[in-house]
């Protein structure tokens, strides 16, 4: 039977599916006539059967790598159900079964055999490997190779090693990373340069995006809660254990079904919620990123972060935890000067070297324009990841409701010039404040109503001139001061501003 037929057969008899999903036959393919792939597809988008069909199709055994035991079993127990022959290994298991598992690999008795990478790398692994012969190498998860990734797991850095002892042997990477850097990373760090790339497109169109920005953060929360959420699942996001916890109960007190998750809780803790949320049709996870990979729930309504996460490749594999049943969902994020602050802060003052530290910086900024942008945000988040849309989305908060731009360069410059006159050392709420022309006792005690901006700015409300310094900030016109508490000091760009080379225009509500 020629193999495009078999792997139809395979996927209608053995899944159950009528057809395929782009690119899922195109990879199916290569592999079956002997080329390396890698594979980008969004979370949900199916990159299992992309390696599952040539493992049941081709003699031997596929070997997949994978981070984690928990997926590892997922798909094992899925597997089996279809039955498939398949197990996993890793060290978290006792030598008696891992035994077991190894006789079966020796017997050839295995279509699949899920193993974590530190396990599969042994010595003895991998001589028993080479005596049975492997039909594919599978690596899962393969930006986890990426060393200035977010899921860096070193042991991934040593998986080339398998492609040194198995060079005929066609190998696949698989990943929901679409950032176009961490592609040309894994390809290299693999040691399959040569390797055709498929890719999905990532856009989610269900999910609207929309960023709040200013107002209270927990308050904003509780109003799109109420607004767009009332009995729904979904995750919430924070950057802290702490706030972590104070979230969940305070959601609780309003009434909410909160559950808190983070590292600092105990396993079987973090077990029993976990099962909570995935076997309740309404239930809120209020977590830190520990909850993540691996969260298969397909109506997870919305996901909301109350904290800036690193980067916009991250924001956009947190927000893919939404709607995955193709349904409506929404991906919220609460923004304002305080976080923006922070997070500059603590990149400058953080001990790395310097080129990691400009990476943070990039990533960041990425995250910070995407909060900035005036424009479809979903174009925006699409062009990062290096895709383009063609028009406007017409679901997320810009395209829903377009904002009037409020040519803000004069404005601006006055920020400037308060910041300059003050002495570089001021916090936003005084600088606010000398603009305004307000009378509290700082401003006596430094003398600051006798200064020429003292007022110059009583004619924008205070709320107006937070969103501009908060602009102003995420767009690296003005930055935190090194030594100062809280004060702000300008930035070489700010210069363009103030001498008319550029304008500034912020989005104001219509
Ligand atoms: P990923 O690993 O990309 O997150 P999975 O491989 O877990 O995604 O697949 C996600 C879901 O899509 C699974 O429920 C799977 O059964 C389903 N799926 C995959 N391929 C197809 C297909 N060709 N037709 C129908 N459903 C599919
Ligand atoms: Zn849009």
Known sequence: MPENQISHQILRDVFGHSQFRDPQEKVINTLMSGGNALVLMPTGGGKSLCYQIPAIALPGTAIVVSPLIALMEDQVRALHQLGISASALHSGMEPAQQERVEVQLAARQLKLLYCAPERLLQERMLRVLEQTGISLVAIDEAHCVSQWGYDFRPEYLRLHILRKKFPSTPHIAL???????????????????????????????????????????????????RRRHPCS???????????????????????????????????????????????????????????????????????????????????????????????????????????????????????????????????????????????????YLLSYLGESLEGRCGNCDNCLSPQNPWNATQAAQKAFSAIYRTGQQFGVRHLIDVLQGRQTPRIRQMGHDCLSVYGIGSDIPARRWQALFRHLLAKAYILPHPEGHGGLMLDESSRDILRGKMEIYLGLPA
Not at 185 to 191: S, Y
Not at 215 to 223: F, G, I, M, T, Y
Not at 282 to 300: E, L, Q
Not at 338 to 349: G, K, M, P
């Open 175 to 225: 990943t929901a990373t679409a950032d176009p850097e961490t592609r040309v990373e894994i390809l290299a760090r693999l040691g399959l340069p040569g390797a055709a790339v498929f890719s999905r497109s990532f856009d989610r169109p269900n999910i609207r995006y929309s960023v709040c920005r200013n107002a209270p953060p927990r308050e904003s929360l509780l109003d799109f809660l």
């Open 233 to 379: 699942s979904g995750i919430v996001y924070c950057s802290s254990r702490k706030k972590v916890e104070e979230t969940a109960v305070w959601l609780q007190h309003h009434g909410f079904p909160a559950l808190p998750y983070h590292a600092g809780m105990s396993a079987a803790l973090r077990q029993e919620h976990q099962q909570q949320f995935q076997q309740n049709a309404i239930a809120i996870m209020v977590a830190t990123v520990a909850f993540g990979m691996g969260i298969d729930k397909p109506d997870v309504r919305f996901v909301a972060h109350l904290n800036l996460p690193k980067s916009l490749e991250s924001y956009y594999q947190e927000t893919g935890r939404a709607g995955r049943d193709g349904s409506p969902a929404d991906a919220w994020i609460h923004y304002g000067f305080q976080d923006v602050f922070h997070l500059r802060r603590r990149i400058r003052e953080s001990d790395s070297h310097t080129a990691r530290k400009a990476l943070d910086e990039s990533r960041l900024q990425s995250m910070l324009d995407f909060c900035e942008e005036q424009g479809c945000q979903r174009q």
